[in-house]
């Protein structure tokens, strides 16, 4: 059914552990990404829903595959943690350039005290967001199955179990460089290097084109987050992908209200990865990268750092831009334009107003249809301003209707506790056409009211 085409399997053996999943005799196909399968070439109609549940919860070996649990380092809220590694996940194999890989198939050599398990919350979490983003067009792992285990995991308390499918353009991180850095085996690091410009960045000539291509990528990644009121939420090094794609949907969330400083995460206490943190927090981590280069930059460690100082001078200037780039045509102006961007936003911040349906409504302003805008002077500085210049034509393309509010997602893990899966395809289907009115499905569009908000999202270990 899957053609693998492993190159990860053929690296050094200090790249990885073999891993084996663990037994799940009763697991279910929850949910199942045909269009996805089609995009990769798999043969997926041609098995039942049954089959697909045990290959997805790794009860069958498909021929090819060579499940393994990928090693990796990182820096967890700024605190370097020499090895953390797939501690429930493992890659079944590649296709079609596409990393298949299960989370919460069991322990691995990876998975230290964790039980390499995951719950079905944060599972159901996972498939909507990242479909969402997805959709979006937005950068980011995909999910293609979504396996019940119908046996509990034991977190605070019993929670039912599941299995996740996740498909990336590739699980390597800012942390796998860490890994061999910090052990000092350049050998390693020169061979992981060479990998990821071979996958990723073919045209990068030298370690310094290839830092600069990741730092683009991830800049380019952080802006669209922010255009889209998106907060990562834990954007540890072991979670910056060096492929410039969204990757670990824990504690993540899209804003209702805007609020510049937003944190919803209840492990980031000091708001490290606050909504308007994740353009510096960008650079941090590619400086990370940046000094795991060192070595295969030049010999002369203080050439090597100033090639690198020189080379990513660039970096925030290009992050402020395309943030600002973003949010302009979210309003319709014909160039970017910081003052009117901030304008905006701040009569937003200071209204309460929701970020994704304020952007969205613009048009209607043009109507003299003001309904959710609150008349301000700072309102009628706006409209003065922006309404001779804007172009709101292809507004309803760039502006979503539908986002993965939290609320909505909580009710769906609720419901779907509760034995009634309804809603969790109800909110894939809306999600498949975030732009698109969807008279059936309108009610995905509204915000929480005060009862109904999530105050903290939590990582789904
Ligand atoms: P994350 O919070 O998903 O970025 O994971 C951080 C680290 O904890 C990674 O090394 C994971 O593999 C590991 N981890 C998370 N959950 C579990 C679990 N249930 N069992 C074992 N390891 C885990
Ligand atoms: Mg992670």
Not at 346 to 357: C, G, R, V
């Amino acid at each position: 059914m899957i053609n693998f085409e492993n190159t990860y399997s053929m690296l050094p053996e200090e790249f990885y552990q073999k891993a084996e999943p663990a037994e799940f005799p009763k697991s279910t196909l929850l949910a199942f990404n045909y269009e996805l399968a089609d995009e990769l070439g798999m043969d997926a109609s041609s098995k039942s829903e049954e089959d697909l549940a045990k290959i997805f919860s790794g009860q069958e070996i498909l021929p090819g595959s060579e499940p393994l649990a990928m090693a990796y380092a990182g820096h967890q809220f700024g605190h370097f943690v020499p090895q953390l590694g797939d501690g429930r996940a493992l890659l079944l194999g590649e296709t079609k350039g596409f990393d298949i890989q299960l989370k919460g198939a069991g322990r691995t050599y990876f998975s230290r005290g964790g039980d390499g398990k995951s719950a079905l919350g944060p599972v159901i979490r996972e498939y909507i967001l990242s479909e969402a983003m997805h959709k979006l067009k937005v950068p980011t792992t995909r999910a293609l199955a979504a396996v019940l285990t119908n046996e509990p995991v034991y977190r605070q308390e019993p929670e039912p179990g599941g299995i996740f499918t996740r498909v990336a353009s590739s699980h390597l991180r800012v942390g796998t460089f860490q890994f061999f850095a910090s052990r000092q085996d350049h050998k390693s690091l020169k061979t992981l290097m060479d990998y990821a410009i071979k996958k990723h960045y073919p045209k990068a000539k030298t370690p310094i084109d290839f830092l600069i291509e990741v730092a683009k990528a991830q800049g380019e990644l952080t802006s669209t987050w922010i255009s889209l009121g998106f907060i990562h939420g834990v954007m540890n090094t072991d979670n910056s992908s060096i492929a410039g794609i969204t990757i670990d949907y824990g504690p993540c969330a899209f804003m209702d209200e805007y609020q510049s400083q937003k944190v919803f995460s209840s492990i980031d206490r000091n708001g490290r990865y606050a909504f308007m943190n994740q353009g510096p927090i960008t650079q941090w981590n590619i400086l990370r990268l940046a000094e795991c280069l060192i070595p295969l930059i030049d010999s002369d460690e203080d050439k090597a750092v100033s090639m690198i100082e020189e080379a990513l001078k660039f970096l925030p200037g290009f992050i402020e831009e395309r943030i600002e780039e973003k949010l302009s045509l979210k309003l319709g102006l014909p160039k970017p334009d910081r003052i009117l961007n901030h304008l905006f936003l701040s009569y937003l911040e200071e209204n309460k107003l929701d970020f994704t349906l304020s952007f969205r409504n613009l048009p209607k302003l043009f109507n003299g249809d003001t309904t959710g805008y609150p008349d301000t002077d700072k309102f009628q500085n706006f409209i003065s301003a922006w309404k001779p210049i804007a172009n709101i034509s292809e507004l309803h393309n760039i502006n979503p209707l539908y986002i993965p509010r939290n609320h909505q997602v909580q009710r769906v893990i609720d419901d779907v506790y509760s034995g009634n899966f309804d809603s969790f395809h109800q909110m894939n289907k809306v999600l498949q056409n975030p732009f698109e009115v969807n008279s059936e499905l309108d009610h995905f569009k509204t915000p929480p009211t005060e009862q109904e908000k999530v105050r903290e999202t939590f990582c789904g270990t």
